[in-house]
C-alpha cells in the first residue's frame, strides 16, 4: 500500500518551543490520518526532521509498503536524497534515523512544496504551538 505523508515542522524562536505534525493520505487524497508532536525546545530544523520520523512512524503503523513523503524543508528533502552532506552535529543522529525508518519501505520519495501546498500539516503545527503556550499559561 503506498501513502502521501505530508509532514511539517516548526519551532518559534529558533530554538524555541516546537512542534512537529503529519498528515497521511491515499495517492487519491482520502485522509487517513494525522499526527502532531510537541518537541520541547528545539531548531526548525530539527523540528522538520522530528516531523519527517513521526510521518514515517505512522505510515508504517499504518501497514504501507511506499511513501511519497511532501514538505515545505528543501535542506531536510535534499540531505535525505543525498544531494546535501548534514554537517550540523545535532542534525547526523536524526538524519541517520530518517534513512534507517525509509529503508523500511520498499519504496519512498521526498519532495519539497511550497509552505501553500502543505496547509494542512503546517496548520497543525500551528495549532499544537498555540495550544501548548495557552496551556503553560495556566
Not at 501513502?3 to 512542534?19: E, F, L, T
Not at 497543525?124 to 501548548?132: E, F, H, K, R
Request: contains cysteine.
Amino acid at each position: 500500500m503506498k501513502v502521501i505523508v505530508h509532514v511539517d515542522g516548526g519551532a518559534r524562536g529558533n530554538p524555541g518551543p516546537a512542534a512537529a505534525a503529519c498528515v497521511i493520505s491515499s495517492p487519491d487524497g482520502e485522509g487517513l490520518g494525522e499526527r502532531t508532536q510537541l518537541l520541547g525546545t528545539a531548531t526548525n530544523n530539527v523540528a522538520e526532521y522530528r516531523a519527517l520520523l513521526l510521518g514515517l512512524e505512522c505510515a508504517r503503523e499504518m501497514g504501507a509498503d511506499e511513501v511519497e513523503v511532501v514538505g515545505d524543508s528543501e535542506l531536510i528533502a535534499k540531505q535525505v536524497q543525498g544531494l546535501y552532506k548534514v554537517k550540523h552535529q545535532a542534525m547526523k543522529p536524526l538524519h541517520q534515523q530518517a534513512m534507517a525508518a525509509l529503508s523500511g519501505f520498499d519504496g519512498w520519495s521526498i519532495r519539497t512544496v511550497p509552505r501553500t501546498q502543505n496547509e494542512r500539516a503546517d496548520a497543525l503545527v500551528n495549532a499544537a504551538l498555540d495550544q501548548a503556550r495557552a496551556a503553560a499559561s495556566l
